[in-house]
């Protein structure tokens, strides 16, 4: 998900946009991750104007001697308003999702199938779980404020609930899994310290 940060503050800097201002994200492959062991990894966002004012972007980082470039992420950015804020009944979706997991109970879920997240990336504070849906509510930790628009750790616990979907579903089911790919990201306004992010299959 930081990938998904870079894009957009990458864009929004060669476009002389607002910072803050809205965009879409289309087309997102996350082709490799980016392994960071005892020494810091220079990484590179590349940006490609096309003719119908859309940008893509694809971020690489060096290969060993001699190597082509690793690819890490590509996309295509659109500067500008694209989708437009839908507002949600907020109590009607808690009262749907009766079910509920505190962050200790979820992120003990998480480590069962492998997944050990540092506290900097355990934003879900609570999550309610309905028929097919959940609504996760998620905080961002202290210490990691920053100036960003897309924040990844909110980002991250905004795909890390998808595993209350998994929630009680049976054996074969809550495995670790990493997304590929995103179709479509719409970015109304910058992440705040306090949100709700709604999953449905």
């Excluded at 810091?40 to 980082?61: K, M």
């Excluded at 659109?78 to 997991?101: I, K, S, W």
């Excluded at 609570?126 to 509510?137: F, N």
Aim: charged fraction near 15%; hydrophobic fraction near 50%; include cysteine.
């Amino acid at each position: 998900v930081a990938y998904l940060e870079m894009a957009r503050a990458a864009v929004a800097q060669a476009a002389g946009m607002d910072p803050a201002g809205p965009m879409r994200l289309t087309n997102v492959v996350w082709a490799r991750l980016v392994v960071v062991a005892h020494t810091s990894v220079p990484v590179r966002i590349s940006l490609y104007p096309e003719d119908d004012g859309r940008i893509a972007f694809e971020i690489t980082s060096a290969a060993a001697e001699g190597g082509e470039a690793l690819l890490h992420s590509q996309g295509v950015a659109v500067a500008g308003p694209a989708g437009t804020a839908e507002t949600l009944d907020l109590a009607a979706l808690q009262a749907q999702c009766p079910q509920q997991l505190d962050a200790q109970q979820c992120y003990a879920l998480f480590a069962k199938i492998g997944l050990a997240y540092g506290a900097r990336f355990q934003s879900i504070r609570q999550l309610h779980l309905g028929q097919r849906q959940v609504l996760a509510e998620l905080v961002l930790p202290a210490g990691i404020e920053g100036q960003y628009g897309l924040h990844p750790s909110m980002m991250d616990g905004a795909l890390q609930a998808s595993i209350g979907l998994a929630w009680g579903a049976g054996p074969g089911h809550g495995r670790a899994a990493l997304p590929f790919a995103l179709d479509e990201l719409d970015v109304l306004a910058p992440c705040s310290q306090w949100m709700w992010a709604g999953v449905r299959p």
